[in-house]
């Protein structure tokens, strides 16, 4: 068991570090892309500001009023200049009188240039305007400043960010494997406990035809060949019992029931098993008044079995009463399975629908039987999409069983 922790815990660790490296390494390829777009479209945007305003002054000039005096809203943070075809200023914002021109560009072009404004370089865009015989061009400057603010602030709550997101990571990946390997330990021991019941169960009979045998072959003057053949017999039809209910078990656990659907009146498989019922030497009484129409869309074989497993059930825990009612309410189908046994008790209502389970370990095996019936009965009642639970029988004072199935048409 310390080995199996310690594999398990293992398996855990590697599992939380795998998943907090692939996600560092999505948050941080995520987060690059995120900057460098964030910053392409920011310096589009101011890109196209200043490509706005420059056509604004173009158009000044191409209306035929000359060169205007041109002015910029923040000196801090935009220039404009027009310059000729040689390259000479012939308008400037006051923030760069005197100095040469600052870029030379063709319209539609752009660039980055120095200027002493600031010390970081200002993006420049050109457009061209026609002033009569002359071509002129307008240059608009402006500085991203904001672009490289904005870029940084997000890159700081990024750097912020991701460590928390990586512990969320780690504690969510932790909390999740932990349930996962829990429920795979679960599942592993419930099979290891499935395969030695069920080697458990079939040694029983095998045993007993071996035991016969042997004494037939010890002893064959006082072996009673008759009797000596219904030993076998009947440990022959336990065993092929108890294989089946596994085969059936397996699939269940493949997802494999195959169920051939068709219209089933359950009513007359609940009288069935009344009658089978009352044929018992030495049975309970069994009370099948409140049973009326009840028709649904399932397998019939699959749902005798239910119905046969439900009478078994209640037949082997009554002192003298079984009641079997059947009714159709709206969309479904109910059966209850009555008995004025001594019940279940509230804390094994769930436990005893799982396999090899006997409330009662002390019983015989012979009448307890295998402590898979009520297994089989709620796989097959899953697969008919239905509920089956245990209760109290309200009139008898033992178990009811209630089975509960869609109306069929």
Same mark, same amino acid.
């Given at each position: ?27 941080? /390829?995520?987060? &690059? +892309?995120?900057?460098? !777009? %964030? ?6 945007? @101011?890109?196209? *500001? #200043?490509? $706005? ?96 603010? /904005?870029?940084? &602030? +997000?890159?700081?709550? !990024? %750097? ?6 990586? @512990?969320?990571? *780690? #504690?969510? $990946? ?236």
């Amino acid at each position: 068991m310390a080995d199996e922790q310690r594999r398990l815990w293992a398996v855990r660790v590697r599992t939380t570090l795998i998943a907090v490296l692939a996600v560092g390494l999505a948050l941080i /390829a995520g987060g &690059t +892309v995120l900057v460098l !777009l %964030l910053r392409i479209e920011l310096s589009n945007d @101011v890109r196209d *500001a #200043a490509r $706005t305003r420059a056509r604004e002054v173009a158009q000044v000039i191409e209306e035929g009023r000359g060169v205007p005096a041109v002015t910029v809203t923040d000196p801090d943070e935009e220039f404009l200049q027009v310059v000729d075809r040689q390259g000479k200023v012939v308008a400037a914002s006051a923030n760069i009188q005197g100095l040469p021109a600052l870029a030379r560009l063709g319209h539609g072009g752009s660039t980055q240039v120095d200027t002493p404004l600031d010390e970081d370089p200002f993006l420049v865009v050109a457009v061209t305007a026609q002033d009569g015989d002359r071509s002129l061009t307008v240059l608009d400057g402006r500085t991203p400043a904001g672009v490289a603010e /904005a870029t940084s &602030t +997000v890159t700081r709550m !990024l %750097l912020v960010g991701l460590p928390v997101l990586l @512990v969320l990571a *780690a #504690a969510s $990946t932790w909390v999740a494997v932990g349930r996962t390997l829990r429920r795979v330990a679960r599942a592993e021991a419930a099979q290891r406990r499935f395969v030695s019941d069920a080697s458990h169960e079939l040694r029983s009979p095998v045993a007993t035809v071996r035991q016969s045998a042997e004494v037939a072959l010890a002893h064959p003057g006082r072996t009673d060949a008759t009797a000596l053949a219904g030993t076998v017999l009947d440990e022959a039809v336990r065993m092929q019992r108890l294989v089946d209910d596994l085969l059936l078990l397996a699939r269940a656990d493949e997802d494999a029931i195959r169920l051939s659907r068709r219209p089933v009146d359950l009513d007359d498989l609940v009288f069935e098993e009344a009658r089978r019922l009352r044929e018992r030497q030495d049975g309970p009484r069994v009370d099948s008044t409140g049973v009326s129409a009840g028709r649904v869309l399932g397998d019939e074989d699959a749902l005798r079995r239910v119905v046969r497993n439900l009478g078994e059930n209640a037949a082997r825990h009554a002192r003298s009463r079984v009641a079997l009612t059947l009714g159709t309410a709206g969309a479904t189908v109910r059966l209850d399975v009555d008995d004025d046994g001594p019940g279940v008790p509230e804390g094994e209502r769930t436990r005893v629908f799982d396999r090899f389970v006997r409330l009662d370990e002390a019983r015989a095996r012979g009448a307890g039987g295998a402590g898979l019936g009520l297994a089989i009965v709620a796989e097959l009642v899953a697969a008919h999409e239905g509920t089956v639970t245990v209760g109290t029988a309200p009139e008898l004072g033992g178990a009811r069983f209630t089975l509960v199935l869609p109306a069929g048409p």
